[in-house]
């Protein structure tokens, strides 16, 4: 979304797998995995490539934020 900010001219609203969820095609995570912000440990076998990806992403994402915290 972020991508498209200036080319879409419409509000944009970001659902994560809400879809995925009321059409059936994902299952929710246990209520204790969500408490202890596991869900992505519960997707990972059913949406390896897309939990895998996101993750790899982590690293550079907490970098960025520890220079934007500390070094501006």
């Known amino acids: 979304m972020a991508g498209h900010k200036g080319r879409v001219k419409a509000v944009q609203l970001g659902v994560g797998a809400a879809f995925d969820y009321i059409a059936g095609n994902l299952s ?8 202890h912000y596991l869900e992505w440990l519960y997707r990972l076998p059913q949406q390896p ?7 790899s992403l982590l690293p550079e994402f ?3 934020l520890f220079i934007q915290k500390f070094w501006h």
Request: no cysteine; hydrophobic share 40%.
């Open 49 to 55: 490539k897309k939990t895998i990806y996101r993750m």
């Open 28 to 35: 929710e995570a246990p209520d204790w995995m969500k408490r």
């Open 62 to 64: 907490l970098i960025r």
